[in-house]
């Protein structure tokens, strides 16, 4: 039961540090899909307002309205080597990876 409660607490405490925004620009380093429903992006960032302990790395599950679209975007700067800045949503995932909502990207 201790263990339990000092979980909790450290899931609340993490929720109030967590603010959502948008990140700077930067280059994306990895984009990897999974099979656990999700993708993940390194991005080439200083640093993000989500409170996650990973400032670099972001993710976004499939399912979600939009996934399908910001995949696609990533892919195309990949391609194009084109910066891009994502709107972290406040909430981290169990790698303390910043869950991602938008996109955009610069023209360099």
């Not at 972001?58 to 990949?78: H, K, N, P, T, W």
Request: net charge neutral; charged share 20%; aromatic share 12%.
């Amino acid at each position: 039961m201790r263990y339990l409660l000092i979980a909790v607490y450290l899931l609340f405490a993490n929720a109030v540090q967590a603010t959502s925004g948008w990140t700077d620009y930067g280059h994306v380093i990895e984009l990897v899909p999974t099979i656990h429903h999700r993708f993940k992006v390194n991005l080439e960032v200083k640093g993000n307002k989500s409170g996650c302990k990973e400032k670099q790395w972001f993710y976004q599950d499939y399912d979600i309205s939009g996934a399908r679209e910001m995949y696609l975007a990533l892919l195309e700067a990949v391609s194009s080597n084109r910066s891009v800045r994502v709107y972290v949503t406040g909430r981290c995932n169990i790698n303390e990876y910043a869950e991602i909502s938008e996109l955009g990207i610069r023209s360099d």
